[in-house]
T-cell receptor, first 114, second 115 residues
Framework: AQSVSQHNHHVILSEAASLELGCNYS??????LFWYVQYPGQHLQLLLK??????LVKGIKGFEAEFIKSKFSFNLRKPSVQWSDTAEYFC????????????FGGGTRLMVKP | DVKVTQSSRYLVKRTGEKVFLECVQD?????MFWYRQDPGLGLRLIYF???????EKGDIPEGYSVSREKKERFSLILESASTNQTSMYLC??????????????FGEGSRLTVL
């Protein structure tokens, strides 16, 4: 079974700092990749996803992620964070053509100091 | 907008009690899922369902069962609650096939405490 690793459990940044959250997965075949975000007190929502094509994908609120197949990675980036980006971020993987089951990483809790 | 509604936001139960967590979605999605969310462990899949009366075990089904009698409703049942089932429970739904964007639509969660 595939696994997903998010190495940073807690990240604290000041506003305007750049962000990169790491995500690595273990499956060697074709995968779909996702980043979800959970703002305090809210439900999980999709931030961005990669299915195929350009490995650099852009999502909502200025976030982007780059799929590097050789490194089994799908890191999330944002050039300049805002206080409103304080949230928990989850990377998820779905094996292509294997149903709708997503495997989630352990999450990264981001705190942005104003 | 897709709406996934979980009937109880907060529950406190005693060890050995039977617990029902209800989830309803309003977008006619075939696929429904129950996850539990624990700090540092992310989301782990308990059960999922592709259709009415159909269920499949996820990664951590032990101690849980589910029921899908109607397309819009997916219930998670703890037959005899234990303290290690204290957690946040998340329900999600998604469309299948051609409409499948891979996106899961989540409810707001049910935080269960077992004493």
């Amino acid at each position: 079974a595939q696994s997903v690793s998010q190495h940073n459990h807690h990240v604290i940044l000041s506003e305007a700092a750049s962000l990169e959250l790491g995500c690595n997965y273990s499956y060697g075949g074709t995968v779909n990749l996702f980043w979800y975000v959970q703002y305090p007190g809210q439900h999980l929502q999709l931030l961005l996803k990669y299915f195929s094509g350009d490995p650099l994908v852009k999502g909502i609120k200025g976030f982007e992620a780059e799929f590097i197949k050789s490194k089994f990675s799908f890191n999330l980036r944002k050039p300049s964070v805002q206080w409103s980006d304080t949230a928990e971020y989850f990377c998820a993987v779905r094996v292509y053509n294997a149903g709708n089951m997503l495997t989630f990483g352990g999450g990264t809790r981001l705190m942005v100091k104003p | 907008d897709v709406k996934v509604t979980q009937s109880s936001r907060y529950l406190v139960k005693r060890t050995g009690e039977k617990v029902f967590l209800e989830c309803v979605q309003d977008m006619d999605h075939e696929n429904m899922f129950w996850y539990r969310q624990d700090p540092g462990l992310g989301l782990r899949l308990i059960y999922f369902s592709y259709d009415v009366k159909m269920k499949e075990k996820g990664d951590i089904p032990e101690g849980y069962s589910v029921s899908r009698e109607k397309k819009e409703r997916f219930s998670l049942i703890l037959e005899s609650a234990s303290t290690n089932q204290t957690s946040m429970y998340l329900c999600a739904s998604s469309p299948p096939g051609q409409a499948d964007t891979g996106e899961l639509f989540f409810g707001e969660g049910s935080r269960l405490t077992v004493l």
